[in-house]
């Protein structure tokens, strides 16, 4: 069993950047892939960025080159650093934890870029 909690959601003007944070808790020592999702009102979730046990990464063709997906294998936290935000950005963000037998998602936390 794993829980997982979000922070750094806010409210960013556009350029700015912004820091997410997922904390996982629980049966920790058995997660592999982690990744980040995103949601906007009336779009469907999308895929954002994922990072595996081994360090691998990969991004969404929209955000590459702008975010950085990080996780910290002690701390059992993951993180998604945003940089150059665009108001497109704006979603609810939410984080993807799975451990080979289940997947767990955070409660999601808010990204809201003003122009």
């Known amino acids: 069993q794993v829980q997982l909690v979000e922070s750094g959601g806010g409210l960013v003007q556009a350029g700015g950047s912004l820091s997410l944070s997922c904390a996982a808790s629980?049966?920790?020592?058995?997660?592999?892939?982690m990744g980040w999702y995103r949601q906007a009102p009336g779009k469907q979730r999308e895929f954002v960025a994922r990072?595996?046990?081994?360090?691998?990464?990969g991004y969404a063709d929209l955000v590459k080159g702008r975010f950085t997906i990080s996780r910290d294998n002690a701390k059992n936290t993951m993180y998604l650093q945003m940089n150059s935000l665009k108001p497109e950005d704006t979603a609810v963000y939410y984080c993807?934890?799975?451990?080979?037998?289940?997947?767990?998602w955070g409660q999601g936390t808010q990204v809201t870029v003003s122009s």
């Open positions: 990072i595996s046990s081994d360090g691998s990464t």
């Open positions: 993807r934890i799975f451990t080979g037998t289940y997947v767990y």
């Open positions: 629980g049966s920790t020592f058995s997660i592999t892939n």
